[in-house]
């Protein structure tokens, strides 16, 4: 058994299997949670990095402050979190595992709440079948074209 | 223009601006400093503009703080933004927004996997107006905005610093990327920066004519409007339907199915127009 009559086999399973379609749908979810999953993946590893750089604090932590507007916001935050951090220094390696299952639970939490919600209002609108596209009002300029 | 083209363009645009504003640091230095008319959010740290609705919330705060070259800088870059705004509307939401390609992408995601998407009834929608102007109100007045603000929220999040959110701001951002999901550009319906910027459509470069006549009322128009506008579907005597909400996505260009009834035009230049479809 050749590698290419291998190939050829996976490549004909799998063209069989996407024409199916609801394989085709599997295959998107698969592929969107892949993507989320890489998206969770890099936003921990930005906050490790963003740890160990010791620049820690996020938006839920400051206020909008006041400054020139020629300054970027990333000064702008740095500044101000200068005189807030109170976290590890830098290179501290003992809160990567922490900050990583933080930011993975955040996420998954907004992920969560996203689908909480979207779904609830999806069953409301089935329910009450506010779905359907309503009637829309009589064209205000129809008689004055007649 | 070739109008498939012109929703690549813009996709394209989106998906630039995004990248650029929201990691621009990291390849452009952190000198760089955008004031830009979109929901570029301060408080990602990496990125490369603060978007002027920081600016506008500490106004007041900005204009009593600063003094000599930063007030005249200042004044300076908000003068550009207002005569950016008055040249090109709601171009920057259509063509420039991160969060609304972060829209554009979850209503991707939500055709991809064939939900249906939600339409708002008639009768609530007076509610969700009001919201609209209680939302601007609290955002002109800087009533305490910032810490609804789901843009605020969700951007750093998908910058990489997404560990330090309060449960507030899950819930937020949790909720909004729900309803966004199910609706098109929902958020911009209800964006206080997009509200003001709308005021400028009127004037701007850009107009959306419709002939009148040629009208078969398909309803083609709108069913794809993602900013739910009736006035495209609903006028025949007026040739310039552009409505304060327009972000100039161009869609209903594309869905029309009549040749010449709808088009864009440029200081009064027809670049686009619908054409008879083939199937």
Known sequence: ?146 | MNQRKITAFRLVCLLISTFVLTYGSYFLGSCVSLLLPVFACAYVPTGSASGVCKTIVTLSYSLMESTGTALFSLIGFLLLCILGVMIFGRLWCGYICPFGFYQELLTMLRKKLRIPAIHVSEKVKPFFRLLKWILLLCFVFGIGFCNLCPVKYIMPSLAGYGSDLSILGIIIAGIVTGICFLKERAFCEYCPLGTLMGFANKISIGKIKKNGAACTHCRACLECCPMDIHVIYEERLQSNVTHTDCIYCMKCIEACPEPDTLSFTLFGKKILKSKRKIK
């Open chain 1, 1 to 146: 058994m050749t590698l290419k009559y291998i190939l050829q086999e996976l490549y004909q399973w799998f063209t069989y299997r996407m024409e199916d379609k609801k394989a085709r749908r599997k295959f998107m979810v698969v592929i969107v949670m892949g993507v989320l999953v890489l998206i969770a993946v890099y936003a921990a590893n930005g906050s490790i990095t963003q740890k160990q750089s010791g620049s820690i604090h996020g938006p839920s932590t400051s206020q909008p402050v006041s400054t020139s507007n020629t300054q970027t916001a990333s000064n702008t935050q740095t500044t101000s979190n200068q005189d807030q951090d109170q976290g590890p220094g830098p290179g501290s390696t003992d809160t990567q595992q922490p900050t990583l299952l933080l930011s993975a639970i955040i996420i998954s939490s907004v992920m969560g709440v996203s689908i909480v919600s979207s779904t609830g209002m999806q069953l409301h609108y089935r329910k009450k079948h506010m779905d359907c596209i309503a009637a829309l009002p009589v064209l205000y300029s129809e008689e004055t074209m007649q």
